[in-house]
């Protein structure tokens, strides 16, 4: 048997983050492109994937959006390094993550993370800016099916990382209740 070799992939879909057939294109909430306010008001400027100033945080940059595809930015710093001089493979998910929320934000609902899946493409070198796309591929019921990918050193460089995932819509009280 051959086993697909996921550098040569193109989508890390599996089963589980593949929209199912009766799937609903993304549709955009003009609200949530306007109202960007109301995230920092859920998640504060705390947010290790997006906080300005979070220590050693990634301080991802949203650099815009066509429809439900998003597109941020971030630098690897030496705080970010699994293997010597490289990229640990959990802070390229964490990026991941965090442009795919953006783009389920645009949706208009507030999602968290269900699933996330990832293909580790290539090494990513501390220093390199890597470059975020994220887009909606499928709404069902509260189930947002998202894909995305990370290039290193520019939004048409090598493939590094690519992502799929399901994110559930919740109410606002998944945030704010106590636990
Ligand atoms: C541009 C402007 C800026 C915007 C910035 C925003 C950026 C933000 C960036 C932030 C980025 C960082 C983001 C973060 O880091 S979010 C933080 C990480 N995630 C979490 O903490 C979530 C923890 N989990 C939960 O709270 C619950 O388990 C949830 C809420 C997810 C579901 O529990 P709940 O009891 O509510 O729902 P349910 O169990 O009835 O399920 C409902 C449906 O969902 C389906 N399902 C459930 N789980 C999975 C799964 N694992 N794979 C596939 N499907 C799954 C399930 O089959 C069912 O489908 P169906 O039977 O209806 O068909």
């Not at 994937?49 to 998003?70: A, F, N, Q, Y």
């Amino acid at each position: 048997m051959t086993v697909p070799n996921p550098a040569r992939r193109t989508s890390p879909r599996s089963d589980l983050t593949t929209p199912p057939p009766d799937a609903a294109e993304p549709r955009v909430d003009p609200k949530a492109e306007l109202d960007f306010s109301e995230i920092g008001d859920v998640l504060g400027n705390a947010c290790f994937g997006c906080g300005p100033e979070v220590p050693h945080g990634l301080r991802i940059t949203r650099t815009g959006h066509e429809g439900s595809t998003s597109y941020g930015e971030f630098t690897v710093i030496p705080e970010h390094q699994g293997a010597p001089g490289l990229a640990h493979g959990g802070i390229l998910a964490a990026a991941m993550d965090e442009i795919l929320g953006t783009s389920a934000w645009l949706l208009g609902g507030r999602y968290v993370t269900g699933r996330l899946e990832t293909d580790f493409v290539r090494p990513v070198p501390v220093g390199s800016r890597v470059h975020l796309t994220a887009r909606c591929t499928g709404v069902h019921g509260r189930k947002a099916y998202m894909e995305g990918e990370g290039r290193i050193g520019g939004p048409d460089g090598p493939v590094a990382v690519r992502a799929a995932a399901v994110f559930i819509e919740v109410p606002l009280e998944h945030f704010t209740e106590e636990r």
